[in-house]
């Protein structure tokens, strides 16, 4: 098993430029998500995707797309980068019941200038 | 609405109990979590501890949790160096998703 991936690790890139994160999980979770780490905050939610075919916006959707291609994939998109989505970004997935624990990935760090 | 507060910063030398705080305001959560994120890494699952319990320990680390104040300690006995992290608390409501606390960085001194 290997998780949460995520790619890529690291992406620099110029104000007006797109980009698309990808994020898989091979641990069948029906729930997934997207979270961006800002210094000296806590993991905000840009969006997540309760199952396959559904999405919904969290706390600070704006100036991204999400799309839940398949149970295992969820990517996040920027269409046009501006320097205040520089940030880490992870992706997590959920085990339904239980404690629901969530699942991170190692996260993308992105820059843009 | 949720929110979740940590203290920024905890120096310890190794070896002493260390004690991270953290106040949420949702009455309605339903679990609350502490995760351990090291440097360049994702989040990874310490422990939780369900709302209706008051306590929970699971080896070096003890849970506290206080419905009426609304207050989440994680105490870690015998702190070592590789303990040294940031760590948060977060609270799951309704939503599937978490809301966390800004993480507390543990600093542990040899």
């Known amino acids: 098993n290997a998780g949460v991936t995520q790619t890529p690790k690291f992406q620099v890139l110029k104000t007006g430029q797109s980009m698309t994160l990808q994020c898989a999980q091979d641990m069948n979770h029906n729930s997934m998500y997207w979270y961006r780490q800002d210094p000296g905050m806590g993991l905000r939610l840009i969006y997540y995707?309760?199952?396959?075919?559904?999405?919904d916006k969290g706390e600070v959707p704006n100036g991204y797309n999400v799309s839940r291609l398949n149970k295992r994939e969820f990517s996040l998109r920027l269409e046009s980068a501006a320097p205040s989505q520089t940030s880490v970004y992870f992706c997590a997935s959920n085990r339904q019941g239980g404690y629901n624990e969530q699942f991170f990935g190692p996260g993308t760090r992105l820059t843009v200038l | 609405g949720e929110d979740v507060e940590q203290s920024l910063f905890l120096s310890v030398r190794e070896g002493d109990s260390s004690v991270i705080n953290c106040t949420y305001t949702?009455?309605?959560?339903?679990?609350l979590y502490w995760y351990k994120q090291e440097p360049g890494a994702g989040l990874q699952l310490l422990t939780y501890?369900?709302?209706?319990?008051d306590m929970k320990q699971d080896q070096r680390l003890t849970v506290l949790l206080n419905k009426k104040d609304k207050h989440l300690s994680l105490r870690i006995a015998d702190t070592q160096t590789g303990d040294s992290a940031i760590y948060f608390c977060?609270?799951?409501?309704?939503?599937?998703?978490?809301?966390f606390g800004s993480g507390t960085r543990l600093q542990v001194q040899p």
């Open positions: 949702d009455s309605s959560s339903t679990y």
């Open positions: 995707s309760a199952s396959e075919g559904t999405t």
């Open positions: 501890i369900f709302s209706n319990m």
């Open positions: 977060a609270e799951r409501t309704g939503r599937r998703a978490l809301t």
